[in-house]
């Protein structure tokens, strides 16, 4: 999961949208990208797979041995969490 | 204190399922409307709209990186949503190999992603819609254009890299397989329909799974179907006849191979380049369209215009080969008419009426329809499954023997029942020649009695009045019972019938003694 959000970073030379635009989302992807790798393993691996893997809940299910609703759950509080690291400057 | 962890814990599981349930809609392509899951759930709704919001932004995040997984997507219509698939031919056989090969992620080139409006706070403003992703490849077959969409899943013409043959590929809505039995039934149904062959179906390829959807791919019919034709207007009887002969032989092969099909429609019936008919989805509406998924879903899938009485009651057990003999009469009904038996903007109206209702006469709708076509169409559209054929062979030998012009075997039916059916059709003008013919015989009735009352009268005038009066109330409960009668079910009906037409009855037999016993034995 840790060489995702690497190559996460490394996909962002690779953006073509104006200049500004592309220095503010690297930032907010690099801060989201840092934000990310905090949290706890199993929020982690959620959040990529559903939002950068674009796997499907089952499929998520199916490869951490979880229920869609245990998923769901793991995603809300991921998503809640990187709220907080990403609202609160450090 | 432990009992707090557990309610806030069963607070959760509840809010996850909701949750769940969200996400697996919305990879579908139809996320549930947002508002109204807000209303029902409102003691989540402050949950809800934070996740809604963080949700929003983490996909406009993350859409970049996602969209490099469909390198062509802009050249797609933008409404064609479901998950996004993986590396193509990679992986026929392995719907999980997206698992172990991540390198694809990096390995297209991104496209430019349609929002930048990302800032990750919860107090921001909601981020716009987002793109859509799309698929191309599915398991192992090429996604080239979206045929058709309803209720049950999307219809898609692909291409089966491994064969490189057209297919038409239909996927199950995620969610519309509610459990891991209904899964399997769905599995075991279409395996079935799958060993079907037959030139008037059209045949199943592969049942599978892939990235959490079911799906399955059959022929690729070039044509339009029964319902675009009826769409122009109704069909020549005779044609809608040969078409709904062959329909039938389809229709009797599947029932031989014991395999019902239990969701006939114009639309299920597809017309090849040389207009012979194919008959699609064989077997395959039982899970898909059972109870569960109506209240799940809160929307009835599909219409009950063509169901016959037994299904739409939902009595599964008498769901057999007549059922479909119903809808194949309801479908020639819609061929010649261009509009099935019964039709209203309200499905729960229509179901009403197929239970209650009798169709209206064909020949009342186009007098050009031969008698015997709607004898045929109405043996099949019986309420009761054994006044129909009994088999989907007999309605296709019966279409045969009205093609050739031999007598057909199908009896018109008879002008008491005839009577009987439009009190059906009716039920207001009915009650109203109920209640008038129950006024007449109740006259009727007086007047015989007064003969009988002259003679009485040296006997006992009390007695004579006490039976006038008995005479005209029985009229009055006989008037009033035919109004019930008029309004009841099936079953009912008989029985309150018979009541009523013995007290009807029973009135003028009483005067007709009490005058022979007046006449023999004298006053």
């Given at each position: 999961m840790s060489e995702s959000s690497a190559r996460l970073e490394g996909w962002l030379a690779g953006d073509q949208t104006s200049p500004s635009q592309r220095v503010e989302r690297n930032e907010q992807l690099l801060l989201a990208a840092d934000a990310i790798q905090s949290l706890p393993e199993a929020q982690r691996d959620a959040i990529i797979m559903h939002?950068?893997?674009?796997?499907s809940m089952a499929e998520i299910a199916e490869s951490t041995g979880k229920t869609p609703a245990a998923v769901a759950g793991l995603l809300h509080r991921g998503l809640r969490k990187l709220r907080n690291l990403l609202t609160e400057p450090e | 204190m432990s009992q707090e962890t557990n309610g806030s814990d069963a607070r959760d599981e509840r809010l996850n399922l909701i949750l769940a349930e969200y996400l697996q809609f919305e990879q579908t392509g139809e996320p549930p409307d947002r508002e109204q899951l807000l209303r029902q759930h409102p003691d989540f709704a402050d949950e809800l709209r934070a996740f809604f919001a963080d949700h929003d932004k983490m996909q406009a995040l993350a859409e970049p990186v996602r969209a490099s997984h469909t390198p062509d997507a802009s050249s797609q219509s933008t409404e064609a949503t479901l998950i996004t698939s993986d590396d193509s031919d990679a992986a026929v056989d392995e719907p999980n190999l997206r698992f172990q090969t991540q390198d694809h992620v990096t390995g297209s080139p991104a496209i430019p992603p349609p929002d930048t409006n990302v800032a990750f706070d919860h107090l921001g403003e909601q981020s716009t819609p987002r793109q859509s992703t799309i698929i191309r490849y599915f398991g192992g077959y090429e996604v080239l254009e979206e045929i058709a969409r309803g209720g049950m899943g999307v219809v898609y013409k692909a291409r089966q890299t491994s064969l490189n043959r057209i297919v038409a590929l239909k996927m199950i809505l995620a969610?519309?397989?509610?459990?891991t039995d209904d899964v399997n039934r769905f599995q075991v149904e279409a395996e079935a329909a799958a060993n079907l062959d037959h030139p008037g179906i059209v045949p199943i390829f592969e049942i599978g799974e892939h990235g959490g959807l079911h799906y399955f791919s059959m022929g690729f019919v070039q044509g339009q179907s029964l319902a675009d034709r009826v769409n122009d207007g109704p069909l020549p009887p005779r044609e809608a006849a040969e078409i709904m002969r062959n329909v039938a032989k389809a229709v009797s092969y599947a029932h031989g191979k014991g395999?019902?099909?239990?969701d006939l429609k114009p639309a299920n019936v597809l017309l090849d380049a040389k207009g012979e008919p194919k008959v699609s989805d064989f077997g395959l509406a039982k899970q898909v369209e059972s109870d569960s998924n109506l209240t799940r879903t809160g929307t009835l899938i599909g219409t009950p215009n063509y169901m016959p009485p037994e299904q739409a009651r939902c009595e599964t057990g008498d769901v057999g080969p007549r059922s479909d003999v119903y809808s194949l009469g309801a479908v020639l009904y819609c061929l010649l008419v261009g509009h099935p038996p019964f039709q209203s903007a309200n499905p729960m109206d229509v179901l009403s009426q197929v239970l209650d209702r009798e169709p209206i006469s064909l020949r009342q709708l186009n007098p050009a329809i031969d008698r015997d076509l709607e004898t045929i169409a109405f043996k099949c559209l019986?309420?009761?499954?054994?006044?129909?054929?009994?088999?989907a062979e007999e309605f296709a030998d019966d279409l045969q023997r009205f093609l050739h012009g031999e007598p057909i075997n199908a009896r018109p039916i008879s002008t008491l029942e005839r009577l009987f059916k439009a009190t059906k059709r009716q039920p207001k003008l009915a009650v109203s020649a109920g209640l008038l013919g129950m006024l007449i015989s109740t006259l009727m009735q007086v007047i015989a009695a007064v003969p009988a009352l002259w003679n009485l009268l040296g006997a006992s005038l009390s007695s004579a009045m006490m039976f006038l009066v008995i005479e005209s109330v029985v009229g009055c409960f006989g008037g009033i019972y035919s109004a019930i009668i008029l309004n009841q079910k099936d079953r009912l009906r008989w029985t309150v019938w018979i009541t009523s037409m013995i007290i009807m009855l029973g009135g003028p037999l009483f005067i007709f003694f009490r005058i022979t016993i007046v006449l023999i034995a004298g006053p």
């Open positions: 939002y950068w893997q674009s796997l | 969610g519309k397989l509610a459990s395999v019902i099909h239990r019986t309420k009761d499954p054994t006044g129909r054929y009994p088999s």
